[in-house]
Structures are given as structure tokens and as C-alpha cells.
């Protein structure tokens, strides 16, 4: 099956600097890959996604990158705020799996003012 | 509309035990999906359903049992708990068409079993 690896686990940034994600997937059929952004105790809620055949994808301070011949892609948070302070999954989605995503192990960002 | 709505909030169980997880949505989302956390480890798909009398396994299915008699309900059963069962649980659905597969989800359970 499909696996997904999340790097790093834990991101401390300064308030106004910017904040990488880096996701790999296994599966060269997974064509869908969102992120999901869980303040704490929280639900987790979509914040971008991106698919197989677009290369970046930007909605004002997030963006998202897909590499799919190194099959990796990567979330990409400019102008950080503390607010932005959460847990970020990422995941993906072969083929036709409806409502059937693997998710990366997720990293806590930290956002200091 | 409520969305997806999950219940209980929190449950303890004692080992052994069984108990039911709730999970409706009034979407009329044809894809409904159960999930655990747990730290470290991302959210893992335990079962899933495309539709109304289809489930099927996904990656930690082990002691967990689901139906979808209707399209708005999936509940997820825990046969005998166990402590290794222990973590929250969120129930998700989506929509079928298009390019929007985002995923609704429940506002979780908190399960201890001890």
C-alpha cells in the first residue's frame, strides 16, 4: 500500500519568516494530495490540495509543490504568523479511492512572536 | 447543516469491554471514512465506505467492526477493547464528484481504555 513520509516533525520559526513541509509518497498512481492544518484540540481542516497534473498551486501566504517524478511534494507557509502555530498532515490518494487518504505523520509548527 | 457529527466527545473503557462510536453526516456524502490519531503516528484509516452496504478495510482494521445501512450513518464498533486501542478517533466524509475530495471531519472521540 501506499506510504508517506513527513520530515521534520517539529518546526520552530520566528513570527514573519517562512516555513517549509516536506512530504514523499510511494505510490506512482496517487494522484491527489492535500494538506490538513489541527489547532489543538481541534478537527483536522483542509488548508490547500494539489493533483497529479499541476506542478504548484498558491492561496495567499500557503502554497504547494509537487514533484512527481521524485514523488515528493511540499507545503510552503510565507509570512508566518502566530496563529499559523498547529499540526500539518500531509497526505495522498491513488486512483479512484474516494475518501481514502494516506496521511504523513505530521508536523508541529510553532510560530514565535 | 451540522456536517459531520461524532459521538461520544470522551470514553473510558474498561478491557474487554464493547461500545459503539456514532458518526453521522447530513451532506448526503457517499464516502465516509473512520480514522485514528495517535502521536506521532498521523491519522490511519481503520474502515471505510464508498456507499450504503459497502464497507471495506483500510490500514488498522484489527478489532473494529463497521455497517453503513444508510447513507448518513456509519458507526464504528470496538468489538473488546483493548489498551492498545487507545487514542481519538475521528470519523470523516466526502463528496463523490468532481475534483472536490476534501474531507469533512467529526470533531473527534477520545477513547481510554485502561
Known amino acids: 500500500g501506499e506510504n508517506v513520509e513527513q520530515h521534520p516533525s517539529t518546526l520552530s520559526v520566528q513570527e514573519g519568516d517562512s516555513a517549509v513541509i516536506k512530504c514523499t509518497y510511494s505510490?506512482?498512481?496517487?494522484?491527489?494530495f492535500p494538506w490538513y492544518k489541527q489547532e489543538l484540540g481541534k478537527r483536522p481542516q483542509l488548508i490547500i490540495d494539489?493533483?497529479?497534473?499541476?506542478g504548484e498551486k498558491k492561496d495567499q501566504r500557503i502554497a504547494v509543490t509537487l514533484n512527481k517524478t521524485a514523488k515528493h511534494f511540499s507545503l510552503h507557509i510565507t509570512e508566518t504568523q502566530p496563529e499559523d502555530s498547529a499540526v500539518y498532515f500531509c497526505?495522498?490518494?491513488?486512483?479512484?479511492?474516494?475518501?481514502?487518504?494516506?496521511f504523513g505523520q505530521g508536523t508541529i509548527l510553532t510560530v514565535h512572536p | 447543516n451540522a456536517g459531520v457529527t461524532q459521538t461520544p466527545k470522551f470514553q473510558v473503557l474498561k478491557t474487554g469491554q464493547s461500545m459503539t462510536l456514532q458518526c453521522a453526516q447530513d451532506?448526503?456524502?457517499?464516502?465516509m471514512s473512520w480514522y485514528r490519531q495517535d502521536p506521532g503516528m498521523g491519522l490511519r484509516l481503520i474502515h471505510y465506505?464508498?456507499?450504503?452496504?459497502?464497507?471495506d478495510q483500510g490500514e488498522v482494521p484489527n478489532g473494529y467492526n463497521v455497517s453503513r445501512s444508510t447513507t448518513e450513518d456509519f458507526p464504528l464498533r470496538l468489538l473488546s477493547a483493548a489498551p492498545s486501542q487507545t487514542s481519538v478517533y475521528f470519523c470523516?466524509?466526502?463528496?463523490?464528484?468532481?475534483?472536490?475530495?476534501?474531507?469533512?471531519f467529526g470533531s473527534g472521540t477520545q477513547l481510554s481504555v485502561l
Open positions: 470523516a466524509s466526502s463528496y463523490s464528484g468532481g475534483n472536490n475530495e476534501k474531507l469533512f
Open positions: 497526505a495522498s490518494k491513488g486512483g479512484t479511492s474516494y475518501g481514502k487518504l494516506t
Open positions: 451532506m448526503n456524502h457517499e464516502y
Open positions: 494539489i493533483r497529479s497534473n499541476v
Open positions: 505510490d506512482s498512481a496517487s494522484n491527489y
Open positions: 465506505s464508498v456507499g450504503a452496504g459497502i464497507t
